[in-house]
């Protein structure tokens, strides 16, 4: 039994052995990550430029896509490098580093989803008040209580998770350093630290969901209320790509960590793991913002103003079109 201490390296696995199906994951994942990249910074940098994306909504929106940026940052590109070259080895800094800013990220998304959900009920149900209740002092301290969270809870994994003794083996049976397979290794009575994240991952997504459960009730209520058909098929279109990418969100990550390690089957989380590292991430700026009119009307303002020579002209013909 070796202490943790003198663990050095980690062998991370993969998604599979198979070398047939290297080269289509390869494929697979360097089309994804350029994808998600230029969809997110894409999609920040026009929120940025335009000055009428400038309201709380686009406020969040901005956040989310730099933190899909991020935790998609985090995992893919060593994915792909580890299929490219064959090297599975990770040091055990680099193993920590990746749970924090993973657990860390997620946890973010996770609390910005309610920030947004809960700016649309104000918007949709408090019209009147929207300006006076999402006003900038709200906004910065709904973000902030998002990232002071969320690196809350990458301390609190991380920590749980590398306070551990492991045993011989260092070969991880994931993609990643996610917590699960590297709370596996350990030698150590784990109970304690099992029921940690049970609880902590089930506090974060019991809130978040009832505070967005909540708020898409009161929203609904207020379209039932409506006369407009129109009205209503527009909001329910909005709320299906909505509830799409939340369900797959919490489905996936309730999925991974609302249960003990020894019912995990690391085949089968492996690829719920696919989901909320690599896709979702590419399938937010989509989702949330290019069917969005309002996205499609400011993308051709700033390539109108783009084509009339940037910047001498950009910001005129951005505010007055």
Same mark, same amino acid.
């Given at each position: 039994m070796e202490n943790r201490t003198e663990m050095t390296q980690f062998l991370l696995q993969g998604l599979t052995d198979d070398p047939h199906l290297q080269v !289509?994951?390869?494929?697979?994942?360097?089309?994804?990550?350029? @994808?998600?990249? *230029?969809?997110?910074?894409?999609?920040?940098?026009l929120i940025l430029l335009d000055p009428r994306l400038h309201t709380p909504m686009y406020y969040f929106l901005s956040n989310l896509s730099l933190v899909d940026f991020c935790y998609s940052s985090v995992v893919t590109p060593s994915v792909i490098g580890r299929l490219l070259t064959g090297n599975k080895v @990770?040091? +055990?800094? *680099?193993?920590a580093a990746q749970m924090f800013l993973f657990a860390a990220l997620i946890c973010v998304e996770n609390y910005l989803f309610t920030a947004m $959900? +809960?700016?649309? +009920? =104000? $918007?949709?149900?408090k019209p009147l008040h929207y300006t006076t209740t999402m006003r900038s002092s709200v906004c910065v301290g709904l973000l902030t209580g998002c990232y002071?969270?969320?690196?809350?809870?990458?301390?609190? &994994?991380?920590g749980e998770a590398f306070s551990q003794s492991f045993?011989?083996?260092? =070969? @991880? &049976? &994931? #993609? #990643?350093?996610?917590i699960p397979p590297v709370m596996a290794l350990s030698c150590s009575e784990k109970q304690v630290s099992e029921l940690v994240l049970v609880y902590l991952v089930s506090f974060h997504i019991v809130f978040t969901l009832l505070v967005t459960s909540t708020s898409y009730i009161f929203i609904f209520g207020t379209i039932l209320r409506m006369h407009s058909a129109a009205g209503h098929r527009k909001a329910l279109s909005t709320c299906a790509s909505h509830f799409t990418a939340v369900s797959i969100f919490?489905?996936?990550?309730m999925f991974m960590y609302?249960? !003990?390690?020894?019912?995990?089957?690391?085949?089968?989380d492996k690829i719920a793991s696919v989901f909320y590292t690599m896709v979702i991430p590419m399938l937010n700026p989509m989702v949330y913002s290019l069917i969005n009119k309002e996205v499609k009307s400011a993308f051709l303002r700033v390539k109108n103003a783009w084509n009339c020579g940037w910047p001498s002209k950009c910001r005129i013909l951005i505010v007055t079109l």
């Open positions: !289509p994951l390869f494929i697979t994942f360097f089309l994804i990550y350029p @994808i998600t990249v *230029a969809g997110n910074l894409g999609m920040l940098l @990770i040091s +055990y800094n *680099a193993c $959900a +809960y700016d649309r +009920y =104000v $918007a949709v149900c002071v969270l969320g690196l809350l809870n990458g301390c609190v &994994h991380t045993c011989s083996s260092n =070969v @991880i &049976h &994931h #993609f #990643f350093c996610d919490y489905g996936t990550t609302l249960q !003990p390690s020894s019912s995990h089957t690391m085949d089968t």
